[in-house]
């Protein structure tokens, strides 16, 4: 399924893309598209039947209809660092022995078409193309990489953005670089993961004004997304409405030669993740 939430925000309700490309509204079966209903079975059951019974779902014109983050009330986003090989191959960074950790605050979050802010006194904000694993069953030290593609609820678009200069140069850690308000658009749909039957062979893509910046495939990822969800069990309990961010592929400004192209005000964004819906971004300043 392809689950959505449309509607201004913070007030967005549920719906469904269904087979045919109708946008249908789900707010009378469920109340949102959260943790709750990932972890509940019988309530995705209710969500199935209705979509796959003619009639039920209201259907909704999408015109003008603002399409929101696809997932509500989200928990925490872990981030994955450098996890592409030709990623840190083109940063000059060494392969990682174990995934790099970072979060982003649920807060960064917003609709794949909403504004993105560069922070005031930005220079180097970054894009970053990415494919999101959204949490479905409470993981705690799971013991392979199989388990941990069954804990995975769906999958969606996401866009790391990133102030390079903030991340790297001003001290601490990566964080001050990856919370930047509107520095995570996220889907704009949440598809569930019967329908991503593998995950490491996902195209990604992202343009910037029309220019092609990152081609790249999940198959370049260092820690699949199993595996991913498999070591940060050991470390943190995941929870239903949990996202983990799994990394970028090469392409991004950082990687390229002087003067690196990072984004400014003005700047228009594009990305997919191949069957998991496309994204576009104007930048304006803070």
């Known amino acids: 399924m392809k689950l959505l939430r449309v509607g201004t925000a913070g007030a967005e309700r549920p719906a469904l893309l269904d087979r045919d490309g109708t946008l249908r509204d789900l707010s009378g079966i469920v109340p949102d598209i959260d943790g709750d209903l990932l972890a509940d079975a019988s309530a995705l059951a209710r969500v199935r039947t209705a979509a796959d019974a003619p009639g039920v779902l ?63 006194g930005s220079r180097k904000t970054d894009w970053e193309v990415e494919l999101a694993a959204v949490i479905g069953r409470t993981a705690r030290y799971l013991s392979s990489a199989e388990e941990g593609l069954a804990h995975v609820a769906g999958y969606a678009t996401a866009h790391d953005v990133s102030e390079r200069e903030f991340q790297i140069e001003r001290g601490g850690t990566w964080d001050k670089g990856k919370n930047c308000e509107t520095f995570n658009p996220l889907g704009p ?59 970028t592929p090469a392409g991004v400004a950082m990687g390229q030669p002087e003067p690196k192209p990072y984004l400014k005000a003005g700047d228009v964004v594009e990305l997919e993740v191949e069957g998991l819906g496309r994204q576009r971004q104007e930048l304006k300043g803070a």
């Open 58 to 120: 209201p259907a909704l014109d999408p015109a003008g209809l603002r399409v929101g983050p696809p997932l509500g009330r989200i928990g925490k986003i872990v981030c994955i660092g450098l996890n592409y090989h030709d990623h840190a191959a083109e940063t000059g960074a060494a392969i990682p022995e174990e995934p790099i950790l970072f979060f982003k605050a649920p807060d960064t979050v917003v609709g794949p078409e909403d504004t993105v802010l560069v922070p005031r």
């Open 189 to 247: 749909w949440l598809v569930t993961a019967d329908e991503v039957p593998d995950p490491q062979a996902l195209p990604l893509r992202l343009w910037v004004n029309g220019e092609l910046k990152q081609n790249g495939t999940t198959a370049e990822q260092i820690f699949p997304v199993g595996e991913v969800v498999r070591y940060l069990s050991h470390f943190m309990t995941l929870y239903p409405g949990d996202v983990i961010n799994t990394g």
